[in-house]
């Protein structure tokens, strides 16, 4: 139950990051306004402070993918398998679901900074709600600069036209870190699927010289070619190569 209320909260505080300057410092939220008619019938009517919270639930997926490994973990599995020549296998149900644990996984030291300096003290009412939000901001913020180059970051400074607004990276708000994370992870991923690539491809390429030295030419060399990388996918303990290189891209276990 308890890791129930911690996955639900870190939920709440994450979609509304960007609605903190509209939430109220007051401790509780009126989500329903009811107003007394003099006939004695009532009208309810929900507040905006509910309609803000209710749509910045509906983000929580864009926040999990945008603000967290899981890009990258994504593009990566999707390269893998298509350097393979599997095009249903893994499901596209598997490769989401293996890149939601695996983000888990690689986030937890994030999520464990923001359930205690955060949720924790929100929960037990010591803090206020705009207070968790500041707070759950800085380890979110921490991990996206960690893994966010200088130029990307630069580049969206540029386009924002604030070059001299911010003295440090860890001055640029959200508005601008995102994307520029975003970018950056996007590269990471396709320069690790580009490695992913060579050995498949040198396999495809002496597959398919045999088949045309031997006049094989109407046979795919897909087809041939297919054993071969799986035998040597297997052969290298692959899936623990891949998640162990994926884990230690972000800096785990250095």
Not at 59 to 72: E, G, K, N, Q, V
Not at 88 to 112: A, D, T
């Amino acid at each position: 139950m308890a890791n129930v209320r911690f996955w639900l909260g870190f939920g709440l505080l994450s979609s509304l990051l960007f609605f903190a300057d509209s939430v109220s410092a007051q401790q509780g939220i009126s989500a329903v306004t009811v107003t007394t008619n003099p006939d004695g019938t009532q009208d309810y009517s929900m507040t905006l402070q509910a309609v803000f919270i209710m749509t910045a639930l509906s983000l929580i997926p864009a926040f999990i993918m945008m603000m967290t490994s899981f890009t990258r973990i994504i593009v990566v599995l999707s390269i893998l398998r298509q350097a393979i020549g599997l095009q249903q296998s893994p499901s596209n149900q598997i490769l989401i679901g293996v890149s939601l644990f695996l983000s888990l996984f690689i986030m937890s030291p994030v999520f464990e900074e923001i359930n205690e300096r955060a949720l924790q003290p929100y929960l037990e009412e010591t803090m206020t709600s705009k207070e968790a939000f500041e707070q759950a901001k800085g380890p979110m913020r921490a991990f996206m600069l960690s893994q966010t180059r200088v130029r990307d970051l630069e580049t969206f400074v540029r386009i924002a036209g604030d070059e001299d607004k911010y003295e440090e990276p860890a001055d640029v708000p959200l508005t601008i870190l995102i994307p520029a994370f975003v970018t950056s992870e996007l590269k990471t991923a396709f320069q690790i699927g580009f490695m992913l690539f060579i050995p498949f491809l040198i396999i495809d390429l002496v597959v398919a010289s045999i088949l045309m030295a031997m006049g094989m030419m109407m046979l795919s060399p897909m087809i041939v070619s297919l054993p071969f990388k799986l035998m040597l996918f297997v052969l290298v303990d692959g899936w623990n190569l891949i998640f162990g290189t994926l884990a230690t891209s972000f800096g785990m276990g250095v």
